[in-house]
């Protein structure tokens, strides 16, 4: 009994301490913290008016927008404008492709077939590039366009502008 004598002396004078400890924890708990008031119960702080929270946060470099205004993340502005301009360039070449209308354009020498594709797109000759492009790689064509100038009446589809510009010679 003896030769565990300390031990029980230091396992008595830690379980004090350790209640003495939780002791004051539990008293001291609300005395330090701020309380929050609970949602929906009137604070004791003044209401500021709409306008008081603009001067404020101007002061501050803050923005503050009405409730109704909808605020977009980065992702959402930018699919956002993707379709906007590609709306756009659809008009675009739904203007550029009147019936009647012939559309005229010149291909140089050295281009790739990703240049005359997109330069055909905005020209108003191909209302789709991707199409272009895979007509071109599934028939093997990609270096096959031939420099010169087209001509496009309105009525013709990606496989006609294919043929015409790596087969017949440039009118």
């Known amino acids: 009994m003896q030769k565990n004598k300390p031990f029980q002396y230091g396992l008595g004078t830690g379980m004090i301490a350790g209640a003495l400890l939780l002791q004051l924890m539990i008293s001291a708990k609300g005395a330090g913290t701020p309380v929050l008031p609970e949602p929906g119960i009137p604070s004791s702080a003044p209401q500021l008016t709409a306008q008081e929270i603009r001067d404020k946060a101007d002061a501050l470099n803050l923005q503050v927008y009405d409730k109704g205004i909808k605020l977009y993340k980065q992702n959402e502005l930018d699919d956002s404008v993707s379709k906007a301009v590609a709306a756009a360039r659809a008009e675009e070449a739904a203007k550029a492709q009147a019936p009647g209308k012939e559309i005229t354009v010149f291909i140089t020498e050295g281009m790739s077939a990703s240049m005359v594709s997109d330069y055909l797109f905005r020209s108003g ?33 990606i496989q006609d502008v294919v043929a015409r510009l790596t087969t017949l010679p440039p009118t």
């Open 125 to 157: 000759v191909i209302s789709d590039k991707q199409a272009f492009d895979e007509a071109l790689r599934s028939n093997q064509l990609n270096t096959k366009i031939r420099s010169g100038l087209y001509s496009f009446g309105a009525n013709h589809n």
